[in-house]
């Protein structure tokens, strides 16, 4: 356990029960109270993501040892998986808040990209398993292979952190319906902005609406398109290199989940995680490009 991680928990819960999640104005339910309040939970969850714990069993034997000094009330393997898969829109917050924190948040540029989340390999798993309301076979042209799973559009600031995000079905919503669904519901920026994105979101339909919603689309040129000016192409390096973060070092790729509730709080504890380190980062003064590893150890 490293002081990194304590000063990243201790400053992320304190901000979350003074400003975002206050314990004082949760209600209680029925049945015996619950062992962790809002932002407790959410700080556990996240050093699970950053300690690189995938399986919620494990980690429960793990978390008295890693963070037993900063949280000594830890509920039991079946109460924290209950509770964590009920907790995404607690997650989704927490997630937000730390975007909004960080002065890249008024910055008018975004970076925009979709990529797949993979939800089973077998065709057993495809009749049997729970995530099939948003789960469903689709194509992951970066990689020339198909796929069950869902499909998660990223709306990121040049830094790194996610603005807005959601998942869904790969066939019932293409990626650029589900991008300017996305633009609608969720607000990416303070004003105006310029996303950048790939060749996926080409189309006069999607950029004369997001022109209306204040968003001017910036991707390559098609084949026989002939576009004024060069097209950032290091900017698209950095939202590939925030997916992959999520996938490999925050364990989005290893999710686990078996239920549509499930995969949607590990997709939110996994950006809450990366939003965190983030704003961490620029809360300390570490440099920009620091690694998520250094919470590993």
């Not at 998942?167 to 996305?182: G, N, S, T, Y």
């Not at 080409?202 to 209306?212: D, R």
């Amino acid at each position: 356990m490293t002081n990194d991680l304590d000063a990243l928990l201790t400053a992320l819960y304190v901000h979350l029960d003074d400003h975002v999640l206050p314990s004082a104005n949760q209600r209680r339910g029925p049945g015996r109270p619950r062992k962790l309040t809002d932002a407790e939970l959410v700080c556990v969850a996240l050093a699970q993501v950053l300690l690189r714990c995938d399986s919620e069993r494990h980690w429960m034997r793990a978390a008295p040892a890693r963070i037993g000094h900063l949280f000594p009330r830890l509920p039991g393997q079946s109460e924290y998986n209950r509770h964590l898969r009920d907790a995404a829109p607690v997650l989704l917050k927490a997630a937000m808040w730390p975007a909004r924190s960080v002065p890249t948040w008024w910055e008018n540029l975004r970076l925009m990209d979709g990529t797949p989340v993979r939800c089973g390999a077998s065709r057993v798993t495809v009749d049997r398993s729970g995530p099939g309301e948003v789960a469903g076979y689709g194509r992951d042209v970066s990689h020339h292979a198909f796929y069950w799973g869902a499909k998660l559009v990223l709306i990121t600031t040049a830094e790194g952190s996610v603005c807005a995000f959601s998942l869904a079905h790969p066939k019932e919503l293409d990626e650029r319906k589900q991008a300017l669904h996305l633009l609608h519901v969720r607000p990416c920026a303070p004003g105006p902005a310029v996303i950048v994105c790939d060749k996926g979101f080409a189309g006069v339909g999607i950029e004369t609406a997001a022109a209306g919603l204040g968003f001017a689309l910036v991707r390559p040129a098609l084949k026989g398109e002939s576009v004024e000016g060069r097209f950032p192409g290091w900017l698209r390096q950095r939202i590939e290199a925030v997916i992959w973060t999520l996938k490999n070092q925050l364990g989005l790729e290893r999710h686990q989940a078996r239920t549509s509730e499930g995969l949607w709080a590990r997709v939110c504890q996994r950006i809450c995680a990366l939003n965190a380190a983030i704003w961490h980062n620029w809360l300390v003064g570490a440099p920009v490009k620091r690694s998520l590893i250094a919470y590993d150890h």
